[in-house]
């Protein structure tokens, strides 16, 4: 049984099936671009999920072709004051977001992924694309220099080669040029992305969660260069002495030995 999130709002809506977050951009109009409402009302929906009592997020635009267009390039101003945050600077406000939610994060790519919608996708830790889609990075395209914290997050995922490609030529990449370089794990039919992403969240909630927790946060803090650092390495330590006192190591040992 789905239970509705009561502070749904507006272009986001939020569905919890038993230990799962589903998380779906709705603004097919646009492509699923983020404006600085979206914006808002996204930051505010992943820090609700991240207090929920759920083991797995789903992640997925609404409808059309598109997964997420990123940023909204109406609400791009040329004339603005350069002291003023530029776009990309905004949008991190939602790879902020969806970074800080500790569960497992699936990326359902129903459509195609451009620009910030691209980066979304890769901050997800997992993603399952249908057959068909494109992906790109646009802003030198448009005239724009992304992010150094952003262009740092495709070279972590996919090498400095692959960034150079996506963003110095911002050429379209097809589906299977997108699973060559690593950025997308699955294709699957349209008609199998649903189950194929549910089955990938279960496979994610059947483990342990403390251990999930710990583990997806080591490699979150390995990818980003924080590991070494010492707040970062008792947080690490603490997630794993946690997991080893807690009653599910032992239930799920008894059962490894009863085999």
Known sequence: MIKQNPAEKGNIQLQISEDVGHITIVR???????????????????????????????????????????????????????????????????????????????????????????????ACDFRVARKGICVAMPP??????????????????????????LFLTARTFSDEQSITCGIVDELVEETELEDRVLQLAKAVTANAPLAVLGTKYTIDQIENGSATTPDVIQEMERHRRTAFSAPELRRRLDVFKRK
Do not use: M
């Open 28 to 122: 097919p109009a646009k492509r699923n671009a983020f404006n600085n409402r979206l914006i808002d009302i996204f930051v505010e929906t992943a820090d609700y999920i991240s207090q929920q009592d759920i083991r797995a997020v789903v992640l997925t635009g609404d409808g059309g072709d598109s997964f997420c267009a990123g940023y909204d390039i109406t609400c791009i101003d040329p004339d603005q004051s350069l002291d003023d945050p530029l776009p990309d600077l905004r949008f991190e406000r939602v790879i902020d977001a969806l970074k800080k939610i500790p569960v497992p994060i699936i990326a359902a790519l129903n459509g195609d992924a451009y620009g910030g919608g691209l980066d979304l996708a890769l």
């Open 140 to 165: 030198c395209r448009l005239g724009l220099v992304y992010s150094a914290s952003g262009i740092s997050r495709f070279i972590s995922k996919l090498g400095c080669q692959t960034t150079r490609r």
